[in-house]
């Protein structure tokens, strides 16, 4: 049985996070424990998230790149870096995934990029491929 992963949605349309988080935890083995619309908010809830107790980790951190207030790249730039610490994958999901922009949110620290309007069902393999290949090691797990 798959790992379920707890995922946090960055997305300003109620519309594509309702249908969005219905495919995702029927169909790829994700549950979407918080929200947010804006870059503020999602800054300051991952950061909170990210002092969770090990249990609750998150796996994976889904980002839209255009919000109702601030910008995708904000989130990825302030929780998504990579460095200690960081355990959950960042996944951007933007309808405007051009080659420069993905250059970008890969820079900025996204480990995938996908095209809402075409690319749904590769975003859905990928999280089939990380459920089934388990939680990532804790922190204090990992070697040093």
Known sequence: ?????????????????????AALEEMA???IVGWA????????????????PADHELDLVLIDLMLQQGSGLGV???ACGKGP??????????????PDMR???LKL?????????????ALIDYCLSLAKAGPPPTAAAAPV
């Open 29 to 31: 083995a994700v549950r």
């Open 109 to 121: 620290g996204a480990d995938r990029v996908f095209d809402k309007s075409n690319e749904i069902d």
């Open 1 to 21: 049985m798959p790992h379920t992963l707890n995922a946090y949605l960055v997305e300003d349309s109620r519309l594509i996070r309702e249908n969005l988080t």
């Open 76 to 78: 990825l730039r302030a």
């Open 37 to 52: 619309e804006g870059e503020s908010k999602a800054v300051a809830s991952l950061a909170a998230l990210s002092a969770a």
């Open 103 to 105: 250059r970008e949110c």
């Open 85 to 98: 610490g960081r355990h959950a994958r960042c996944v951007v999901l933007t309808n405007y995934a051009t």
